[in-house]
Nanobody, 117 residues
Framework: QVQLVESGGGLVQSEGSLRLSCVAS????????MGWYRQAPGKERELVAS???????NYGDSAKGRFTISRDNAKNTVYLQMESLKPEDTAVYYC???????????WGHGTQVTVSS
């Protein structure tokens, strides 16, 4: 069993920055593919960024060039550094863990990010 707890969300002005953290608890965390997703009101949940156990990264179109995902396996933590935030980045941001070999997925409860214009 894996538990994910996000933090770091809040209210920020346009062009500001935030760093989200996701702390994972459970066994074998380091092998999981970790990701950040977001869901805005009335919209589907979408990929923001993901990072493999080897450090390979993948970004959604909205995040490219502005957001950076990283992980610290020693701390069982995944980060999302967000720069140049825009009002359209306003959403609940969720942390996700995917087992690389089995169809096992865990989600955090999310953290709200609100960007004011």
């Amino acid at each position: 069993q894996v538990q994910l707890v996000e933090s770091g969300g809040g209210l920020v002005q346009s062009e500001g920055s935030l760093r989200l953290s996701c702390v994972a608890s459970g066994s074998g965390i380091s092998i999981y593919i970790m990701g950040w997703y977001r869901q805005a009101p009335g919209k589907e949940r979408e990929l923001v960024a993901s990072i493999s156990n080897g450090g390979s990264t993948n970004y959604g179109d909205s995040a490219k060039g502005r957001f950076t995902i990283s992980r610290d396996n020693a701390k069982n933590t995944v980060y999302l550094q967000m720069e140049s935030l825009k009002p359209e980045d306003t959403a609940v941001y969720y942390c996700k863990a995917n087992h690389p070999y089995f169809q096992v997925t865990y989600w955090g409860h999310g953290t709200q990010v609100t960007v004011s214009s």
